[in-house]
């Protein structure tokens, strides 16, 4: 198999991969509506959800800066928490980042 | 017909900023890995994934075999499962076409913003939403391709901390209103620490359990109009 041919290949299965577990859910779970324990199990996945993707990928998220990384992520939780919405928190914690990797 | 919200535009401006930098990398890291032009916009393209497009890169670099990478994206993929059941549980009744595009947008930032959004959702919303974070994925893989070894070096560090910053604005928010949001919100993310520290599970499987362990009991304990 040629390179070009592979890689192809490879986006392809790459994209089943990603897609399906994306669609199904859209599939199956169309306009019933669903018992008491299932609405609360879907109400609290986004807390759940996003607990998990912060911890502990974050502190992971400057290569081998894992305390900056924790100084950034604190400062745009100061930032969120004030009401600072979601673009100044983003750009508080990049340049609390680049402030600690200059010095 | 109602018209195209705007509001799901500008509900994606955010993820567009934070996509774009991560997108570049990857635009980037793939031209030095041998990657061609067409190729790369080919996996930003329709696999839209980016934790498992940098695996894919590293996974290629390493001679792993075809069905191993794809294995292994689908397992970093599956907590998509669960944030779709979410979003798909919350739609309006509509079009079973949009349905399939809706499904596609789906990412960790594109849920995050759509699941805490006040209401009913709807795809008048959510397409827009998710067309404008894929546009910034897309985008930022042509421009790190082309130009992206032209970044500082200590930019290109300083971003990865981008897209944990908005998760982190996406939820506080939450948190203020709720007391139960953050309880769940730190034991979901201790847990998947916990996990990821001691190794049992395959990478991919950590926070999929960290999520449904956590969630299954704070639906048991939690009462609905507490929460």
Not at chain 1, 74 to 101: H, M
Not at chain 2, 64 to 73: D, G, K, P, Q, W
Not at chain 2, 170 to 198: Q, S
Request: aromatic fraction near 12%; glycine fraction near 10%; include cysteine.
């Amino acid at each position: 198999m040629s390179h070009t041919m592979s890689v192809y290949g490879l986006i392809i299965g790459m994209l089943l991969a990603t897609y399906l577990p994306r669609l199904i859910p859209f599939l199956i779970l169309s306009d019933r509506p669903l018992p008491e324990y299932w609405r609360k199990f879907l109400k609290f996945i986004p807390f759940t959800a996003l607990g998990a993707l912060i911890f502990p990928g974050s502190i992971q998220a400057v290569e081998g800066e894992s305390f900056i990384a924790l100084l950034g992520i604190i400062a745009a939780g100061v930032c969120a928490w004030f009401n600072g919405g979601i673009i100044l928190s983003v750009v508080v914690a990049v340049g609390v980042v680049g402030l600690g990797l200059c010095f | 017909m109602k018209r195209v919200s705007k509001a799901g535009f500008m509900a994606g401006v955010p993820i567009f900023l934070g996509y774009f930098p991560v997108a570049m990398a990857f635009g980037l890291l793939a031209k030095t890995n041998g990657i061609t032009l067409e190729e790369t916009i080919g996996f930003s393209a329709l696999v839209f994934a980016g934790a498992s497009q940098f695996m894919a890169l590293n996974l290629i670099q390493s001679g792993a075999a075809f069905m191993e990478i794809v294995i292994a994206t689908l397992l970093l993929n599956f907590r998509h499962f669960l944030m779709s059941a979410t979003v798909a549980s919350r739609m309006e009744t509509g079009s079973k076409w949009m349905r399939l595009l809706v499904a596609f947008g789906i990412t960790d930032e594109t849920f995050a913003v759509a699941a805490t959004a006040e209401g009913k959702l709807n795809y008048h919303y959510l397409l827009p939403l998710e067309f404008t974070a894929y546009s910034g994925w897309l985008s930022g893989t042509v421009c790190g391709f082309i130009m992206g070894a032209a970044l500082p070096e200590v930019l290109q560090k300083s971003m990865g901390i981008g897209l944990y910053a908005m998760f982190v604005a996406i939820l506080l928010p939450g948190v203020r209103k709720n007391m139960w949001a953050g309880v769940l919100a730190v034991a979901a993310a201790l847990v998947h620490t916990g996990l990821a520290w001691v190794k049992v599970l395959p990478s991919g499987w950590n926070i999929i359990a960290a999520i449904i362990l956590v969630t299954a009991v704070g639906a048991w304990f939690i009462k609905e109009q507490e929460a």
